[in-house]
T-cell receptor
Framework: GAVVSQHPSRVICKSGTSVKIECRSL??????MFWYRQFPKQSLMLMAT?????????EQGVEKDKFLINHASLTLSTLTVTSAHPEDSSFYIC????????????FGDGTRLSIL | GQNIDQPTEMTATEGAIVQINCTYQ??????LFWYQQHAGEAPTFLSY??LDGLEEKGRFSSFLSRSKGYSYLLLKELQMKDSASYLC??????????WGAGTKLIKSQ
């Protein structure tokens, strides 16, 4: 089945650091990738939709200058949390969808970000 | 607005049959997905329904009624490893996935 690789799986760093998370579709081309955030015991919250070769579409309330998204190829999207603060600590999950709107989203393993 | 409703939590014993319901009101419909999410892990895809009826896949089955805006996920012969959250999500007319809050399935003794 479709495989999505997300790296790193865990990051612990100091406040003010910028953190980059990579999301790769390993065996399919993904024109669209999605970035989610999930706080403990809460549902997935879509942050942004990443489109290959164009600007990402951010959900309301998500700061685009804080969460930089780049989708430079059909298999790679990156999320950079700039100048991270403790309130940015969360579980970040990417997903990718094969060509065709009705294909299921396949998720990476997630990145647990802890800002001290 | 768009809305997905599913119970917050359910409890069942090992070997039991569990039905997790999901009702939705969305702008358009292009299919309904069920995902399983274990604590601390990312969701994994379970099933996709776009036509009315029952889709069976091993111990898991998913049912859809588009006229009622209703789906359920049926788990048979419940096992320890099935303790997880089950997420219902609907693809709307813009092919955007609308997520339910998830149902936490707890195995009781």
């Amino acid at each position: 089945g479709a495989v999505v690789s997300q790296h790193p799986s865990r990051v612990i760093c100091k406040s003010g650091t910028s953190v980059k998370i990579e999301c790769r579709s390993l065996d399919f081309q993904a024109t669209t990738m999605f970035w989610y955030r999930q706080f403990p015991k809460q549902s997935l919250m879509l942050m942004a939709t990443s489109n290959e070769g164009s600007k990402a579409t951010y959900e309301q309330g998500v700061e685009k200058d804080k969460f930089l998204i780049n989708h430079a190829s059909l298999t790679l999207s990156t999320l950079t949390v700039t100048s991270a603060h403790p309130e940015d600590s969360s579980f970040y999950i990417c997903s990718a969808r094969d060509l065709g709107g009705q294909q299921p989203q396949h998720f990476g393993d997630g990145t647990r970000l802890s800002i001290l | 607005g768009q809305n997905i409703d599913q119970p917050t939590e359910m409890t069942a014993t090992e070997g039991a049959i569990v039905q997790i319901n999901c009702t939705y009101q969305t702008s358009g419909f292009n299919g309904l997905f069920w995902y399983q999410q274990h604590a601390g892990e990312a969701p994994t895809f379970l099933s996709y329904n776009v036509l009315d009826g029952l889709e069976e896949k091993g111990r898991f089955s998913s049912f859809l009624s588009r006229s009622k805006g209703y789906s359920y996920l049926l788990l048979k012969e419940l096992q320890m490893k099935d303790s997880a959250s089950y997420l219902c999500a609907v693809l709307d007319s813009n092919y955007q996935l609308i997520w339910g809050a998830g149902t936490k399935l707890i195995k009781s003794q």
